[in-house]
T-cell receptor
Framework: QKEVEQDPGPLSVPEGAIVSLNCTYS??????FMWYRQYSRKGPELLMY????GNKEDGRFTAQVDKSSKYISLFIRDSQPSDSATYLC?????????????FGTGTKLQVIP | EAGVAQSPRYKIIEKRQSVAFWCNPI?????LYWYQQILGQGPKLLIQ????????DSQLPKDRFSAERLKGVDSTLKIQPAKLEDSAVYLC????????????FGPGTRLTVT
């Protein structure tokens, strides 16, 4: 079992739809939870990070963490064609004085105009 | 603020040849990361530096990969000799501290080994 599981998609939605992207994890030591967006042939770009269970909102994006279920989600409201990209979840845990990072495999999202 | 710079952007080599990648992190960022991203997968950490010291190189194939960060700024990642399975995008990222949750990535170097 991988430490971080993410549905690879692809996920195709019409413009304006609400998108839900999800990751599950097995390591209860994970502390920080991040979402990155990666456009084709570009490096990942940090969207948001959260520390505790609950929701965090930034514009059209909402990150949700449920530590009891080891499940995190990213919701995108009013999706736009410019949101078409691969979304990577990532998590860190404390190890030897630093935060060790593990990435999911990414979910490819396509928003159809 | 300038982002993370990487060069070259693309490289094609034959197996058993050597190759080197260069990274210049965001000014003031003490932590530098090298990742390998194979097509369809998430980034896999190869090595992490804090200033010019190695924090984590547990997933670096040390028989063929090496990395250094002289003077705690620029870094180079080298592969010698390259194998077909090394074909991937090599990403460099940096962060202010060791927290790891706010990393800034460069555009990557796409390596093709034939």
């Amino acid at each position: 079992q991988k430490e971080v599981e993410q549905d690879p998609g692809p996920l195709s939605v019409p413009e304006g739809a609400i998108v839900s992207l999800n990751c599950t994890y097995s390591n209860s030591a994970f502390q920080y939870f991040m979402w990155y967006r990666q456009y084709s042939r570009k490096g990942p770009e940090l969207l948001m990070y959260t520390y505790s269970s609950g929701n965090k909102e930034d514009g059209r994006f909402t990150a949700q963490v449920d530590k009891s279920s080891k499940y995190i989600s990213l919701f995108i409201r009013d999706s736009q064609p410019s949101d078409s990209a691969t979304y990577l979840c990532a998590m860190t845990f404390h190890s030897g004085g630093y935060q060790k990072v593990t990435f999911g495999t990414g979910t490819k999202l396509q928003v159809i105009p | 603020e300038a982002g993370v710079a990487q060069s070259p952007r693309y490289k094609i080599i034959e197996k058993r040849q050597s190759v080197a990648f260069w990274c210049n992190p965001i000014s003031g960022h003490a932590t530098l990361y090298w990742y390998q991203q194979i097509l369809g997968q998430g980034p896999k950490l190869l090595i992490q530096f804090q200033n010019n010291g190695v924090v984590d190189d547990s997933q670096l194939p040390k028989d063929r990969f090496s990395a250094e960060r002289l003077k705690g700024v620029d870094s180079t990642l080298k592969i010698q000799p390259a194998k077909l399975e090394d074909s991937a995008v090599y990403l460099c990222a940096s962060s202010l501290g060791l927290a790891g949750y706010e990393q800034y990535f460069g555009p990557g170097t796409r390596l093709t080994v034939t």
